[in-house]
């Protein structure tokens, strides 16, 4: 790193506080996305600045901070968008770490931090965070105007999307900045140089019948944002709005040649929340990838709902190297789908997933337990269903009060009780507390998630498809990862 940098952008990483044990071989090391974003608008603009990646070098907080002196940044900032929406959360337990061992080393650095839970409550992490500075949006163009700000001693007042104390103590949370338009030019991320691109590696079911080849690895996005409003969900938290901006599709494909070409990366994520929504912009990708003399070597998953793929459409995303799609099912009972804001139909759930299964693309289902009207009945149902379909894998996931989502705000308002440290949001930490419903208690949801896991991956119907699919290794694999169960608080309090 240089010398007296402007700024030093942070990722805190956390990977086993949050996993547990699960975060040593199966869970992925992704390039962290957003740290990449802020550092390329930085670079941009004119300020010398680096970028951290903790987690993928495997820092203890002193190495990172040794790292922090050798750079003196006038600014640090923590980036804890996590990798998927859900995860900011859950990595401000990494971050507050770091930032105490700022504080307690007494570094000339000032501390913003930036990311989907904090600008969900983006005063109550000033007050209970040790750092100077949230930022109550997206967080480039805070960013940018923060370091300005600070190089020429002038007003915060003037930084949009800065909270901040004044010499009053009084928290002032000034207007955010318009949303970046021009993701192209402005939020490109072409940082890749600056990372240490040979630490990242896939996650596990990604390579089933090639693990070998998870790494190298990397991720990309297309679009930022979701224009649905499903009430577990906090994505558009930093946007304040359900926003939806695309990338060029020509820019997309570029970047994937370089990290093809410059790093011999063929093991991809889209990050995007909703990759298969607009036709024009996702099948563009789509012909273009094709295109690609490598074309038959990507292993690319993404994201999509039911409601928005087409049978029509699959053998192009095949062709472009897409392997994987992930489909948010979360429910078999269509009126706790509905409470969720995601109105299915089961007999097409079932199709579906059968048809993408049949264009040669894997499919992993998404499920979620506890949703508003849950019951031991309806999750029952939903983990019948999950038997039923026979995905190549499924996630199981307990309802979760997201700062930033419509659950969370209930929540407050009905007085629900939420879990008591950040960690607790982690659907595998040990602290984990998810929502109670109307009619079973949080523990009980808990209980039946982490059966429901078991029950699943030990299925001899679900082995002998993956034997028969992956091979008897990634059959092994399986059992192996299914051997141990997670450590829980609630469980040994309330049965």
Not at 32 to 38: D, E, G, K, Q, T
Not at 200 to 212: S, T, V
Not at 403 to 432: F, T
Request: aromatic residues 8%.
């Amino acid at each position: 790193m240089s010398d007296a940098l402007d700024v030093l952008v942070i990722n805190p990483g956390g990977r086993k506080r949050i996993y547990q044990s699960l975060g040593d071989e199966l869970t992925a090391i992704e390039p962290p996305m957003w740290a990449r974003l802020i550092t390329g608008y930085l670079i941009d603009k004119g300020f010398s600045t680096d970028i951290l990646d903790t987690e993928a070098l495997g820092l203890d907080e002193q190495e990172v901070v040794e790292r922090v002196k050798g750079a003196s940044p006038r600014l640090i900032v923590l980036v804890v968008y996590g990798h998927q929406p859900s995860a900011s959360t859950q990595s401000m337990v990494a971050a507050r770490v770091l930032a105490q061992e700022f504080k307690q080393q007494k570094l000339d650095s000032q501390i913003v931090i930036v990311g989907g839970h904090v600008a969900a409550l983006p005063e109550r992490t000033l007050k209970e965070e040790p750092i100077d500075f949230a930022c109550s949006g997206e967080g480039p163009e805070t960013c940018a105007q923060l370091i300005q700000a600070l190089k020429n001693n002038s007003s915060l007042r003037e930084v949009q999307g800065l909270v901040w104390q004044d010499e009053f103590g009084q928290i002032i949370n000034n207007p955010n900045p318009p949303l970046i338009t021009d993701l192209d030019n402005e939020l490109h991320g072409n940082v890749w140089h600056m990372l240490p691109m040979k630490s990242y590696r896939a996650h596990n079911w990604q390579c089933f019948g090639e693990m070998d080849k998870r790494m190298p690895y990397a991720s990309i996005y297309t679009t930022l944002g979701c224009p649905y409003k499903c009430v577990f969900c906090c994505i558009n938290a930093p946007f304040h709005e359900s926003n939806y901006r695309c990338r060029s599709p020509q820019v997309v494909v570029d970047e994937i040649d370089v990290l093809v070409r410059n790093y011999n990366v063929k093991t991809f994520k889209i990050v995007d929340e909703m990759f298969v929504l607009k036709k024009n912009h996702y099948l563009k990708i789509c012909q273009l990838l094709a295109e690609k003399p490598y074309a038959s070597e990507l292993n690319i998953w993404a994201y999509a709902r039911v409601d928005t793929v087409r049978k029509d459409t699959l053998a192009l995303m095949r062709k472009a190297g897409i392997r994987w799609l992930a489909l948010g099912i979360e429910s078999a009972d269509e009126t706790v789908r509905d409470g969720a804001k995601k109105s299915l139909n089961s007999e097409d759930i079932v199709n579906i997933v059968h048809d993408i299964q049949a264009a040669d693309i894997n499919v992993i289902g998404n499920y979620i337990f506890g949703l508003p009207n849950d019951s031991l009945t309806t999750m029952r149902a939903t983990l019948d269903l999950a038997k039923n379909l026979n995905c190549d894998f499924a996630n199981f996931y307990s309802a979760m009060a997201y700062p930033g989502s419509k659950l969370y705000r209930d929540a407050i308002q009905n007085n629900i009780e939420l879990p008591k440290e950040w960690s607790g949001y982690s659907q595998h930490s040990k602290d984990c507390l998810p929502l109670a419903t109307e009619f079973e208690s949080a523990a009980t949801v808990l209980k039946f998630r982490d059966d429901a896991f078991h029950e699943y991956f030990e299925n001899e119907n679900y082995l002998n498809f993956i034997e028969q699919k992956f091979g008897k290794d990634t059959r092994t694999h399986i059992e192996k990862m299914s051997g141990a169960r997670l450590c829980r608080d609630i469980v040994d309090v309330e049965p």
